[in-house]
């Protein structure tokens, strides 16, 4: 989930593991991807 170059990622932003610990490390994961991408790094 983004808004601009302002990324979001925890537990709530999780569709399928939101209130557990996978639903923030899976959208950590996909935000930092994207972060990386958005910065031509990859
Ligand atoms: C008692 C309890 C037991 C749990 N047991 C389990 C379990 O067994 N398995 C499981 O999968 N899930 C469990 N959970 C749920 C799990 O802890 C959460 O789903 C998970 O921690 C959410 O991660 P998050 O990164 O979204 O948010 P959080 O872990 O809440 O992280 C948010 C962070 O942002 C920080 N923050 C807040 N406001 C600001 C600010 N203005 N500036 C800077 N930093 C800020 C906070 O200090 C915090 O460190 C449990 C929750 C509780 C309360």
């Known amino acids: 989930m983004s808004l601009g170059n302002l990324f ?3 537990t709530l932003c999780s569709q399928n593991f939101q ?3 996978e639903g923030g490390c899976r959208t950590a994961k996909i ?9 031509g790094l990859k």
């Open 8 to 10: 979001f990622a925890d």
């Open 19 to 21: 209130g557990y610990i």
């Open 31 to 39: 935000a930092a991807a994207k972060i990386i991408r958005s910065n």
